[in-house]
């Protein structure tokens, strides 16, 4: 089946800093890509949509400057969380679809912010 | 996209088939069903998708009723792997992003 990866799997990094985390699909392209984040006994919340070639649409509540999501090609967007701090830690997923009806997952970031 | 009700929790003996239920009272008449399922510590899998008939797949089934406004999942045989939080999510395209409610909590006992 498709495959979609995340890289890194898990992150720590200290408060104010920025982090990026990558989405790939390893063996299909896609022109739309989405952003999950995951609390603690919580479900999946839907962030944003990653669009290749043009801006990511957030969901409501999410913020844009916080959150930056870049689609830089057909196989690649990444989340970038800038000025980090404590209360963004989370499990952060994104998705593809290969094929219509079939959303992909990738396994996750786990990012800690001490 | 409609809204979709599942029970909490359910639980089941290994082997044993597991009917997991889902309203989605408001759906419409071109509105997708998906199934999706989460390990722990995992992102989802997708398990399947349908619009008005029933579907089979190697991993389940979907049954979908006439009116469209409740489904079922089957698991033929449970193993300890199928434990797992499963989502019912109804969407208005089959390329739609997802919106994930609290889903069912499956427990499978040996």
């Known amino acids: 089946g498709a495959v979609v990866s995340q890289h890194p799997s898990w992150v720590i990094c200290k408060s104010g800093t920025s982090v990026k985390i990558e989405c790939r699909s390893l063996?299909?392209?896609?022109?739309?890509m989405f952003w999950y984040r995951q609390f603690p006994k919580q479900s999946l919340m839907l962030m944003a949509t990653?669009?290749?070639?043009?801006?990511?649409?957030?969901e409501q509540g999410v913020e844009k400057d916080k959150f930056l999501i870049n689609h830089a090609s057909l196989t690649l967007s990444t989340l970038t969380v800038t000025s980090a701090h404590p209360e963004d830690s989370s499990f952060y997923i994104c998705?593809?679809?290969?094929?219509?009806?079939?959303?992909?997952f990738g396994p996750g970031t786990r990012l800690t912010v001490t | 996209d409609a809204k979709t009700t599942q029970p909490n929790s359910m639980e089941s003996n290994e082997e044993e088939p597991v009917h997991l239920p889902c309203n989605h009272s408001?759906?419409?008449?071109?509105?997708?069903i998906h199934w999706y399922r989460q390990l722990p510590s995992q992102g989802p899998e997708y398990v399947i998708h349908?619009?008005?008939s029933n579907v089979n797949n190697r991993m389940a089934s979907l049954a979908i009723a006439e009116d469209r406004k409740s489904s079922t999942l089957i698991l033929h045989r449970a193993t300890l792997r199928d434990a797992a939080v499963y989502y019912c999510?109804?969407?208005?395209?089959?390329?739609?992003?997802?919106?994930f409610g609290a889903g069912t909590q499956v427990v499978v006992t040996p």
């Open positions: 998705s593809a679809y290969p094929v219509p009806g079939e959303q992909y």
């Open positions: 063996d299909f392209q896609a022109t739309t």
């Open positions: 990653s669009n290749e070639g043009s801006k990511a649409t957030y």
């Open positions: 408001t759906i419409s008449g071109t509105d997708y």
């Open positions: 349908g619009l008005t």
């Open positions: 999510i109804v969407t208005t395209d089959s390329w739609g992003k997802l919106q």
